[in-house]
């Protein structure tokens, strides 16, 4: 017998007292549609900070190929959309990815997504956070560390308000980032150095100057690897699974959410990126990836520092998103009993707005001692956990349609089972190009949660790591 879950038969309508049974699983609120949902996951994406705070180290890494391997990312991107939005559907839970393959793949592989999951939503936020330093340098300069720890506790401060008024306030300042990215977009075409052709010559300036000339050729394996950091530029357009039971119709507003970002954000990414690569001055300014000075090379001080400090309002933005998708994540694990009771007890606490807090002041705050590890180190231990996770995710997608599951009611990805079988393949082979030491230390915490698992979590099955499913209210 197989160690997977079982679908849950449909809850019988209860009792009030019976809802406001401590005992109980406590469920969180459908309070947003697919409009704030939307605007929420976008902010996820935060496109703008992305831009300017990931993209700068895949210039100094790829050069004139950055756009090209941004494009193939966002393209196997369109096949893991495909994945999260049918199982998404299927199973509406603010766990996420490890209640989907919890519940196709078995609760191993689920808790291993877990794992992977919660590395990358504690790494991500002060990845994003310590780049706010560089974009308030026109006013006041800040360590970055500092600054992207004080980012993180106010971040965190904001996840313990009510989600509807975080997804207005996330709303705004994604305009804020949008705007952003259009002035770069429009500059960089309007200053334009190269033609179209740039995009696939895919030369780098050389640090050594062991190329002739200064340059080097960005051959085909650092393209592959630089798919990790691909992949993590456009990952935010999962949280819709997690905010999927908290959607109003998530069978119909998860598959939209899901689908509808990954083509904005990718959209607003790739545009700026391409405008980038063509209006550098130079292949050696291309790669030092500093968009603020081209910004202010092709304009004026006043602009460039307009849109420095839109890119910090939108860093600001996307720690809010990403501490308020992250705190679900825990609030969930707890209430399926992943952890010793006092700790399950604790993570699924809600506050008198609705929020998680106890999970949220253990996001935020963690995440702010991250700000001071070595960046590398995060981006590389991120790109690999991303990759190992979305491998996961293609998994349990090709187990999606196994006995009832394949008549649940859920949207359905076209080009099934193809789609999750060559994301697989490809997936695996860009894990095993990425850097070794970064597979050590994710492998590390692999090896560390297995055991956990083995010792703790299995043994104590009928109590412990009880993955649910809660109700999505449709008929």
């Known amino acids: 017998m197989t160690d997977t ?113 919660l590395l990358v939503v504690m790494i991500v936020p002060p990845v994003i956070a310590m780049g706010t330093a560089d974009y308030l340098a026109p006013l006041v300069h800040l360590d970055p560390s500092y600054a992207g720890a004080g980012v993180m506790i106010c971040a965190t401060l904001a996840g313990l308000l009510d989600l509807r008024a975080n997804a207005w306030i996330t709303g705004i300042f994604l305009v804020l980032e949008v705007v952003a990215a259009g002035v770069v977009a429009v500059l960089g075409f ?46 935010g357009f999962s949280t819709a699974v997690y905010l999927s039971e908290e959607l109003e119709n998530p069978r119909r507003n998860v598959a939209r959410t899901v689908l509808a970002t990954l083509g904005i954000s990718a959209v607003i990414i790739l545009v700026p990126v391409v405008a980038i690569t063509m209006g550098a001055e130079s292949l050696t300014a291309l790669t030092e990836g500093d968009i603020g000075a081209m910004v202010a090379a092709w304009s004026n001080s006043a602009v460039g520092t307009f849109v420095s400090l839109c890119v910090a309002l939108a860093i600001v933005n996307a720690g809010i998103v990403m501490v308020i998708q992250n705190s679900r994540v825990l609030f969930a694990s707890a209430r399926d009993k992943a952890w010793p009771t006092p700790v399950n007890k604790a993570l699924s606490k809600l506050g008198a707005s609705g929020a998680p807090w106890v999970a949220t002041l253990l996001v935020g705050v963690p995440g702010a001692l991250l700000c001071f590890v070595n960046l590398d180190t995060l981006y590389g231990v991120t790109g690999v956990s991303v990759t190992g996770m979305y491998l996961l995710v293609a998994v349990a997608a090709l187990l999606a349609r196994r006995g009832s599951h394949g008549h649940g009611a859920a949207w359905r990805m076209p080009l099934w089972p193809a789609v999750p079988v060559v994301l697989i393949a490809v997936l695996a082979y860009v894990l095993s190009q990425q850097e070794t030491e970064y597979l050590v230390w994710t492998g590390g915490t692999v090896l560390v949660a297995t055991l956990y698992w083995a010792l703790y979590l299995r043994p104590r099955r009928d109590t412990r790591w009880l993955v649910s499913v809660p109700e999505d209210g449709q008929g």
Do not use: N
């Open 5 to 117: 879950l079982r679908p849950l038969p449909p809850p019988t309508a209860a009792p009030p007292a019976a809802l406001a049974d401590p005992g109980r699983p406590q469920k969180l609120k459908r309070s947003i549609g697919v409009v704030g949902g939307t605007l929420l996951t976008l902010s996820c994406v935060t496109p703008a900070s992305t831009l300017f705070v990931v993209v700068p180290d895949l210039f100094s890494s790829l050069g004139t190929a950055t756009a090209l391997t941004i494009a193939i990312g966002s393209l196997l991107c369109v096949g893991v959309a495909f994945c999260y939005s049918e199982l998404g559907t299927l199973i509406p839970s603010a766990g996420g990815e490890y209640a989907m393959v919890s519940t196709m793949a078995g609760r191993l592989a689920g808790w291993l997504v877990f794992v992977l999951s």
């Open 190 to 235: 309007a200053h334009a150095e190269r033609g179209p052709g740039s995009l696939v010559d895919l030369s780098v300036a050389s640090g050594s100057g062991s190329g002739p000339g200064g340059v080097d050729t960005v051959t085909a394996m650092l393209i592959v690897s630089g798919l990790a950091i691909a992949l993590f530029v456009t990952q």
